[in-house]
């Protein structure tokens, strides 16, 4: 029998009485702090119903609430509803942070807790800090669902297959002479990695243990010497195990990390990244072991592509950029039926996707938002909530595919009638944005904070502004969100050359429509003169964007010259691809303005 979350939450209560705990705050995490994560450790979203990759839950005996950020605030409250846990909305000037509610519902000296496999050390220290500063006693060694949760999806047992030389492009040795070369500027001995996606790129390996990301759970060290992989070795078939061997890199078993870190002697200096290393991991190492504490080695080396990699890249965006043509056109085709609904807008794409050369998998799982859902940023349609689409209003379609060569993310919004001056007033913003951050040109040590700016001026310019970060990294053959670059308000890192991101400005009218517009771009380098030298971006995605929603009069001239320019390369390199009646329709809707 499915338990509702109030009895969910009455057994987690009970376990809290066993425990002596007052307080238990259960994270939306793995033990690798991935983003998307693996059924098994979806606790938060079990004891909540609340779906969203980014979200905390606390709950006392009397009271629950959780925290979640502005991408989620509308699905929340709707998920939310009649659970009785509060939503607590992250930004807003109401909103207490967990201390403090925690503070207004407990007593002083009262036990907090929380499962240490599942926090970050970093977050593990703020957390302990702040709890403290209140007078709470806290305990990071508790966990009380797996006591609780009968139906528990088991571990995930996917098969891991090599990546390829031909799609990799970078060896594991190249690789590992690069992670041990940092090791030596640092003095250090060994480098801890706990995140999927620095595992799977190191090794040249990937994995299907997490819908979307092509990783699987393990754990690694890289000595100056030798490297080790700590999985489960079920999913290692003998093809990966001789590559492996071939790459002299021993294999031992998943939890077997926890006897290697006690292992460590007084001599040895352990690198890790503090924000990628559970809490429980960092614990098992001897105190007496030094520890740098640094960003992920593979991490700040990976997040630089190469230009064989970039040149991968290219080859996947043509493959998408295919898809999406046949997809617009279907869609275009279809949309006066009264046939098509939310969902399958989302299947369609899918299959068109399905049959592009060195595709695997989507990259997350696609948005598609018609009308008023298209306000709600993170929206997923259900048999339930799905629309029939009409062919009129706004149309958001955010969507990505995994290709052996690249991973794609995409979004583009599409107005099926005929637009209203707001609508296209709106439109033409969220495009101005999304090119001015294209067209940027800047000199080295710009953070992306300063270029977040370029993407919201025009917005900004008539009061409106969006609460999403503009750009995230994105990796290769990877997670679709990859750090440590973004272009975001709160992000004071230098982009650099060879960094992969996304540029998605947006504007969402509640109850109304939702706009974004997202390609995915580059840094290289433009020029070195006497002021230093200076930065621009390529675009990789090619996709035509819909050109009557745009008011023209509100371009400037070097804006339309770059959506011209833009249109003619999509056309040039997908046109000797389509079938006739695509390549027609795309030559009308990508001629010059």
């Known amino acids: 029998m499915t338990l509702t979350i109030q009895e969910r939450l009455s057994l987690l209560r009970k376990q809290m009485k066993k425990a002596d705990v007052d307080a238990y705050i259960v994270h939306h995490s793995d033990p690798h702090l991935s983003e998307y994560i693996p059924d098994y450790w979806k606790e938060r979203e079990w004891l909540s119903g609340f779906t969203g990759s980014a979200g905390t839950l606390v709950v006392t005996q009397k009271n629950a609430a959780l925290w979640t950020d502005s991408r989620y605030f509308i699905q929340a409250e709707m998920q939310l509803s009649g659970t009785g846990i509060e939503l607590c909305k992250i930004g807003m000037p109401e909103t207490p942070d967990i201390q403090s509610w925690l503070a207004l519902n407990l007593k002083q000296n009262s036990i907090v807790a929380c499962n240490g496999l599942l926090i970050s050390l970093s977050n593990q220290r703020t957390l302990s800090e702040n709890l403290k500063a209140k007078k709470f006693k806290v305990r990071f060694d508790t966990d009380l669902v797996s006591k609780i949760w009968d139906d528990r999806p088991p571990i995930p047992q996917q098969k891991v297959f090599v990546h390829t030389a031909e799609f990799a492009k970078v060896s594991v040795q190249e690789k590992l002479g690069r992670i041990r070369k940092e090791l030596l500027v640092r003095n250090a001995t060994a ?38 992989l700590y999985v489960d070795e079920n999913k290692l078939t003998d093809e990966v195990i001789q590559f492996l061997a071939n790459e002299q890199v021993s294999v031992k078993p998943y939890s077997k990390i926890f006897d290697k870190l006690a292992k460590l002697k007084k001599k040895d200096v352990l690198v890790l990244d503090p924000a990628k290393v559970n809490f429980s991991i960092y614990s098992a190492i001897p105190g007496n072991t030094k520890v740098i504490e640094t960003t992920g080695l593979a991490t700040q080396i990976k997040a630089r592509k ?30 006066k039926s009264g046939k098509v609904i939310e969902i399958t807008v989302a299947e369609k794409l899918l299959e068109f996707r399905s049959k592009r050369k060195n595709f695997i998998s989507e990259s997350f799982g696609s948005i598609v938002g018609y009308a008023d859902h298209g306000a709600i940023v993170h929206y997923s349609a259900t048999p339930q909530t799905s629309y029939t689409i009409k062919p009129e209003g706004f149309l958001l379609v955010d969507s990505g595919g995994q290709y052996l060569n690249g991973t794609t993310d995409i979004t583009r919004t599409i107005h099926l ?103 995915l771009i580059v840094c290289v380098e433009d020029e070195t003169n006497d002021f230093g030298s200076f930065l621009r971006f390529d675009t990789l995605t090619l996709c035509p964007i819909d050109i009557k929603a745009i008011d023209l009069d509100m371009l400037t001239v070097q804006e339309r010259e770059w959506l011209n320019h833009y249109h003619q390369l999509v056309y040039f390199k997908l046109s000797p691809h389509l079938a006739a009646e695509h390549e027609k329709w795309l030559k009308e809707i990508t001629k010059p303005l």
């Not at 801890?192 to 990301?213: H, P």
């Not at 990699?309 to 290219?314: A, F, P, R, T, W």
């Open 191 to 228: 480098y801890l990695m706990c995140a999927l996606d620095e595992i799977c790129w190191t090794f040249n390996i990937r994995g299907a243990d997490i819908s979307y990301n092509p990783v699987f759970l393990a754990y690694a060290i890289v000595d100056d010497d030798k490297a080790t």
């Open 306 to 335: 190469q230009p064989v990699e970039v040149e991968g890249i290219n080859d996947a965006m043509v493959q998408d950029g295919i898809a999406m043509v046949e997809f617009l056109y279907w869609l275009e085709q279809n949309v």
């Open 417 to 519: 009638g005929n637009p209203t001056p707001q609508e296209k007033r709106d439109f033409t913003l969220v495009l101005q944005g999304m090119v001015r951050l294209s067209m940027a040109k800047f000199p080295k040590g710009t953070r992306g904070s300063q270029l977040d700016t370029y993407a919201r001026m025009a917005l900004w310019s008539q009061g409106l502004n969006y609460g999403h970060g503009t750009g995230h990294g994105v990796g290769y053959f990877l997670n679709v969100h990859e750090g440590p670059q973004q272009i975001r308000p709160e992000n004071h890192l230098p982009i650099e050359p060879g960094m992969v991101m996304s540029n998605e400005p947006g504007l969402y009218r509640p109850n109304a429509y939702g706009i974004r517009i997202e390609n």
